[in-house]
């Protein structure tokens, strides 16, 4: 059994986290957030240790590594702001431990770098979540596109996933901590195409606002027109119907994907995945590191191109 510390515990992803860590038979030892509304815990680890200061949890992680083994961290879970991640991952290193970083690994490319230097000096390793690579349904599209290796696809990706003024107000909404809508609400969907169709050739961006982008790119093996958005004015008239407040939709030579079943329940497959000796690190994540930071540096070009169907 592995003892787990978890920074961010008050986020939104961290619920997923808990239930992964517990329902692979580990144990949290303690966990961090500036935010104190950490009820969350009762249901999962009641008797783990929180901290409020990041300073106080460094110091209670350094005297865990110099217990036994079977009482140190083996393990940090980062589910802090995107732009704290790397910063975390080091914490981790440096008490020994291997790291469990939520998307996206880094907001720059040249941080990945770093990252993989240090791996390099400890013991301990970088995991990130790259949870879609695990969904069967996404598992057995892979296969059968790879087998046929020598066809270019049509593809449309869209998500909407509405979010009030807070998100605007929250470090969510500032590009130098999110990295921009691309960075924090679909990297693991980039991901996901660079992984079943192959490097980038191409890049076209047709809007970027605080709220929306879309854009077009050609990869080894698609077309692909994409469009992001946190406007509920976006969502389609039967998710409004249907009080969703989300829309995600991925269609193949016009063909669409399912792929909603288990999507909740993919980081308990992410950690198992870990624990049977496989994982994704630095350089799994770099493709659609470096495609997101081509994007948020490529100007809108309203002229030509590949467009969305729900671009206007």
């Excluded at 787990?4 to 030892?29: C, K, M, N, Q």
């Excluded at 990130?128 to 696809?153: C, N, S």
Aim: aromatic share 8%; hydrophobic share 35%; net charge neutral.
């Amino acid at each position: 059994m592995a003892n787990f510390g978890l920074i961010g515990v008050g986020g939104y992803i961290a619920p997923r986290h808990l239930e992964a860590i517990r329902d692979t038979g580990h144990t949290l030892l303690a966990s961090c957030d500036p935010n104190d509304s950490v009820g969350i815990l009762d249901r999962y680890f009641p008797e783990s240790r929180f901290f409020t200061e990041i300073e106080r949890f460094d110091r209670f992680l350094e005297k865990r590594r110099r217990l036994d083994e079977d009482q140190r961290i083996h393990y940090l879970t980062v589910c802090s702001p995107n732009y704290l991640h790397d910063a975390h991952i080091r914490l981790a290193l440096r008490i020994g431990a291997s790291a469990i970083c939520e998307k996206p690994l880094v907001l720059s490319p040249w941080n990945l770098d770093a990252l993989g230097e240090l791996e390099n000096e400890y013991p301990g390793r970088i995991y990130t979540v790259l949870q879609l690579r695990l969904h069967p349904t996404l598992i057995a599209l892979k296969k059968r596109l790879d087998e046929r290796a020598g066809e270019r696809h049509d593809v449309v990706l869209t998500y909407i996933t509405r979010r009030g003024p807070w998100y605007g107000i929250s470090w969510k909404g500032t590009p130098a901590k999110s990295g921009g809508i691309a960075m924090n609400i679909c990297i693991h969907f980039f991901d996901m195409l660079l992984w079943l169709f192959g490097g980038v050739e191409r890049s076209l961006v047709h809007a970027r606002t605080p709220d929306r982008a879309a854009g077009a790119l050609e990869l080894e093996r698609a077309r692909v027109r994409w469009l992001l958005s946190t406007s509920g004015k976006d969502l389609p008239e039967e998710a409004v119907r249907d009080g969703k407040p989300a829309f995600r939709s991925i269609t193949i030579d016009g063909e669409e994907i399912e792929f909603s079943n288990v999507f909740t329940s993919l980081h308990t497959r992410v950690y198992e995945d870990i624990f049977e000796g496989g994982g994704y690190g630095v350089e799994d994540a770099r493709p659609s590191i470096e495609l997101v930071h081509r994007i948020r540096r490529t100007e809108p070009d309203s002229h030509g191109g590949l467009r969305h169907p729900g671009l206007s």
